[in-house]
């Protein structure tokens, strides 16, 4: 078994029945979460027989790291996997006032969106809650900073994997120290688990994959829709932020002649008015889905934007980092090729004017 991803009650029964199990399990959650020891020779205050017991039958990390590519920008990616081969991406994102990163909270995704690579390697299996805090502490360990800031947005709908995205959010901030309040959770829009996340009264952030106010539009480009549509995925929304008292994030991709239209724009408006969120506007970084799909022109992302200022609404437009290393949203596909990975024939999607 591997150490990340136990509490300090987990690894204190692991210790059993040594009379100092609930010290050692303390000593041992520092190490690991927040000292991002790699190997038990680290652990020097530790007696040398239990590092020696402890090295015998268990592992630090339940990840290894496959390739690293680091960008000009200083972004670092890394493409990991639990020892069976089938990896994700995590992503080292450095600004000036913070660091951030961006976890996977499974291999591939099943949802099948039709902007996004990572649905084209196909869904394997859900991370434990081990494998999504491993990722944080091996990024870690790649910067001279400490990582403050996290956003679940990178391979898998991370509400699809609830019962170890809860362990890995209460790991993370009881154990390595992070504020809920950075802690970010992206969906495309489930309903059911959108409640049940609530219902966990974590102060963590909840950003929706909206991409579209207008059904018609939304449904073609993400199956999820179907079966929780725009007026029903707001209203958990909207229920979510009056439990938790967070402000909610709309992420709006912005694909050409798709979903960057004044009639959108204008319809997005209506749907945040009077609910406290921002909308970040996310211009599409072209990968290769077999849609068709190109980035919206500058002039059309300002018109776009401007439409929302003028309706009060508070926009963001996200900055594109690790562009050269496709470490962008959407472009989390990696070499991962999935058991059940197949290309989807293009969708008819409508071309709406402006």
Not at 248 to 275: K, N
Request: glycine residues 8%.
């Amino acid at each position: 078994m591997s150490l990340v991803g136990a509490d300090r009650s987990e690894l204190a029964a692991l210790l059993e029945p040594r009379p100092d199990a609930p010290l050692r399990a303390k000593q041992i959650a520092r190490h690991i979460y927040q000292r991002g020891a790699s190997d038990f020779d680290q652990m020097s205050d530790l007696p040398a027989e239990l590092r020696e017991n402890l090295a015998a039958r268990t592992r630090i990390m339940p990840l290894e790291v496959a390739s690293e590519l680091e960008s000009s920008d200083g972004v670092r990616k890394l493409l990991v996997h639990g020892g069976d081969h089938q990896v994700v991406e995590c992503v080292l994102l450095p600004y000036e006032d913070r660091v951030s990163c961006c976890v996977s909270t499974q291999v591939g995704c099943p949802m099948g969106c039709r902007f996004c690579a990572t649905g084209l390697g196909g869904y394997d299996r859900n991370l434990t809650a081990g494998e999504i805090v491993g990722q944080v502490l091996l990024l870690q360990q790649r910067s001279s900073r400490r990582i403050s800031h996290l956003a679940m947005m990178g391979m898998g709908e991370p509400l699809l994997n609830l019962p170890n995205l809860l362990k890995a959010l209460r790991l993370l901030h009881d154990e390595v120290g992070m504020s809920y309040r950075n802690l970010t959770v992206s969906t495309v829009g489930i309903v059911p688990q959108i409640e049940a996340l609530a219902e966990a009264k974590l102060p963590i952030h909840l950003a929706l994959s909206l991409h579209s106010p207008l059904d018609e539009v939304r449904d073609a480009l993400m199956p999820v829709n179907h079966k929780w549509p725009v007026a029903e995925v707001m209203a958990a929304m909207r229920s979510y932020q009056r439990v938790t008292g967070r402000k909610i994030t709309i992420e709006y991709l912005l694909i050409g002649d798709i979903t960057d239209t004044p009639e959108q724009a204008a319809a997005l408006a209506r749907l945040v008015r009077g609910v406290p969120s921002v909308v970040n506007l996310i211009p599409f970084n072209w990968v290769d889905t077999g849609e068709g799909f190109k980035r919206p022109d500058r002039g059309r992302v300002r018109a776009f934007r401007g439409i929302l200022e003028a309706q009060r609404v508070n926009v963001t437009e996200r900055v594109e980092r690790g562009h050269d290393i496709a470490a962008a949203c959407g472009q989390l596909a990696g070499q991962h090729v999935g058991r059940f990975a197949r290309r989807h024939g293009p969708s008819v999607l409508p071309v709406l004017s402006s």
